[in-house]
């Protein structure tokens, strides 16, 4: 066979380009949703040969299909719960005590999350890594039935290990644990608290891979960047904090992350355990099923307040479903939306929204850190500044530590919070969990916080940008070429 290669390796070559190539390139053109991406990747897989079709196999493909997946109301059917189902919100709940307009913001949600609006709920906010961990391992020590965890990052460091002997505790004592950490943030930590935790009992596994002979072709872009910690049923913690010790003061000391985290009760629990019990039958086809995963009864009664929606999206059948929560927020915005993300990178449609609202004089005040622990991301996205400044919107550099919060809140009444970056990787390839909160108590925290920071906050002004040299502006655009994949 090798002395055939070096006469007609032209036609071999030739012969494996149309092979890969024109599936890959059909397969882009009849799944891209938008013309420049599906365009995009012909051009690649066409000028590339062999090799385009390779990396569109790893990178291009960012859907999972999963057999699994099921809306709300089959999953409470299923579990024999059916009665958390009156604490759905209807219309009328939520004309009580909120304007039309957020009403509409209710039928969005319907149509575009498969969880419901729920009542009866209460939220906590957790301002600090010390505060988030603590009162996780508090909900872990008093624990008696199950807790199921789903996490981008579990570190083994001091942090991560206080947690893990927390939960390896929890197993000896007979609480029914199960650990889900994604494939890509296991390796942030080497060796990985994965192995730590299987050896003492606890059953743990990886999102959409294998840690230690490679990542599942070709899904390996598409990651669980969700955090998820659910405590018998009754309690539940998420946000945009991972488990590391770099958000802990008590570790790091003063040049600790910043991030905010949120403790939830209520009906909500029954959504988020969902989520993460579908994705944690996903990696290891066991269903968590069962008395010691029931979901506790609420405290409070149907009807009542607070009003929180979880919305899962990512690469399935929830593909960009936080994209449209927010495009109909910024809809809906009539005086300020106020947003804090640590990478903020939105497409077009979204920058096309935020400068509409701040055409017709909603104040846009978006808030960056001034020190980015992604320095790439960084030049990615004030390549593309200059397009929301000069739409009336404001950009501000938040000074102190890096600060990793998620935030957002649109005329005081109305919250988005969650895991959710604003750039593409959260917005399409990742899969996140992130809570629509109707209240303006915990609507003007969350204001209470993105203001904090603006009151030490420097001001990105358009005629800055511009008076940067030509070569950092230009490697600035062409480090966005590459933004959908940082």
Known sequence: MSEYLPAYWPQIFFVLSVVLGVPAAIH??????????????????????????????????????????????????????????????????VLAHFEKRLAAMKTLGDRVSRCRLTTGNSITMLQTGDDAYNAMLEAVDSSERSILVETYIFDRDKI???????????????????????????????????GYLSKHGVKVDVFNGNIIIGLRLPYANLRTHRKIFVVDGKVVFTGGMNIRAGFSAEVAGEDNARDTHFRLTGPIVTDLFHIASEDWRFATDEALVG??????????????????????????????????????????????????????????????????????????????????????????????????????????????????????????????????????????????????VMDAEFASKVEGLVQKALDHATPVLLQHLRARSFWDRLLDRIIWLGSPYL
């Not at 197993?171 to 608290?193: C, H, Q, W």
């Open 28 to 93: 882009a053109t009849m799944t891209k949703e938008e013309v420049r991406a599906a365009i995009g990747w012909v051009g690649v897989i066409i000028l590339s040969p062999v090799i385009g079709p390779l990396i569109y196999a790893v990178v291009g493909i960012n859907r999972i299909r999963r057999s699994s997946i099921s809306s709300q109301r089959a999953f409470l059917h299923e579990i024999g719960q059916d009665h958390f189902l009156r604490f759905d919100a209807a219309e009328k709940d």
């Open 160 to 194: 991560g290990l206080r947690l893990a002997d927390a939960l390896i505790a929890a197993t000896k004592r007979g609480v029914e644990v199960r650990v889900l950490i994604d494939a890509v943030g296991a390796r942030y930590s080497i060796p990985s608290i994965v």
């Open 291 to 436: 008395e010691a995963w029931h979901i506790a009864p609420p405290e409070k009664q149907s009807g009542e307040p607070v009003f929180i929606r979880a919305v899962p999206s990512g690469p399935d059948r929830s593909l960009e479903a936080n994209h449209k929560m927010l495009m109909g927020a910024f809809s809906i915005a009539q005086s300020h939306i106020r947003i804090m993300s640590p990478y903020f990178l939105p497409d077009r449609e979204l920058i096309s929204a935020l400068v509409t609202a701040a055409r017709r004089g909603v104040e846009v005040d978006i808030v960056i850190p001034s020190n980015n622990n992604l320095k790439l991301v960084d030049r990615a996205m004030t390549a593309q500044f200059d397009q929301i400044l000069k739409s009336h919107c404001r950009i501000w550099r938040a000074n102190g530590n890096f600060n990793h919060s998620k935030l957002l809140s649109v005329d005081g009444v109305w919250a988005y919070v969650g895991s959710s970056n604003l750039d593409p990787r959260s917005l399409r390839l990742n899969f996140e969990v992130d809570l629509e």
